[in-house]
């Protein structure tokens, strides 16, 4: 019997990013698949984090317990940190458009939205300063006053380096999602 949802590499379905009739659509959902490099480094800092906890079980067992809980500490940390690494991305629901950072959380409602569309443009490369040439999914907003925002969804961002078609299924998606809630 053959499990497709543990293969990582298994050719392409429409019908996986489309909401099945019964799927709650109020319920916030990203959609695409987190990229190969935002889930390698998740998976790097739980395994440093697992390092950190069993030398937290030392100390504590040779040493004083302060010591032992800020080494915990530290651990949580790193775990909180490879989880919220995890979460970031584009989240859609019937409400809005949500786009969770590290540190932030900006979340638009559909009936503030003009339009979402794909531009070329310079985009920073893994989140880093250097810049490349490549496409952002922009939101633009109705207010005019709004600040501008960064993109939504970069081909050259963690989930999408080196995966093009990823990204154009995903910013199909989000605007697909805009063209249903924008209307009512």
Same mark, same amino acid.
């Given at each position: ?8 590499? /298994?050719?392409f379905d429409?019908?996986?990013d489309?909401a099945l009739p019964?799927d ?5 959902r990203r959609p695409? /698949?987190?990229g190969?490099?935002?889930? *390698?480094v ?17 100390i504590? +067992? ?9 080494v915990? *500490?530290v651990?949580v940390v790193v775990i909180?940190?490879a989880? /919220?690494?995890?979460r ?5 629901s019937?409400?809005?458009? #949500?786009?969770? *950072?590290?540190?932030?959380? #900006? ?12 531009v070329?443009?310079?985009v920073r490369?893994l989140g880093l300063?250097r810049?490349?040439q *490549?496409q952002?999914?922009?939101?633009? /907003?109705?207010d005019?006053? +709004?600040q501008?925002?960064r993109?939504l969804?970069t ?6 380096l080196a995966?093009?078609g990823?990204f154009?299924?995903?910013a199909? +998606?989000?605007e697909?999602w805009?063209?249903e809630?924008?209307?009512?």
């Open positions: 019997m053959p499990l497709p949802f543990l293969t990582a590499d /298994r050719a429409a019908a996986d489309v019964y709650d659509r109020d319920l916030w695409y /698949r987190p190969p490099w935002r889930v *390698g998740a998976a790097l800092m739980l395994l440093l984090a697992s390092f950190v906890l069993f030398s937290a079980i030392i504590a +067992a040779t040493e004083s317990l302060s010591s032992a809980g800020v915990f *500490g651990a909180a940190c989880l /919220r690494l995890l970031m991305g584009a989240w859609v019937a409400h809005g458009v #949500r786009h969770v *950072g590290f540190l932030s959380t #900006r979340t638009v409602a559909w009936q503030q939205v003009t339009s979402v569309r794909t070329q443009q310079p490369w300063p810049t490349v *490549g952002a999914l922009l939101l633009v /907003r109705r005019p006053s +709004a501008t925002s993109p969804l081909s050259h961002n963690a989930d999408f995966r093009e990823a154009d299924r995903a199909d +998606a989000v697909a805009a063209g809630y924008r209307q009512g």
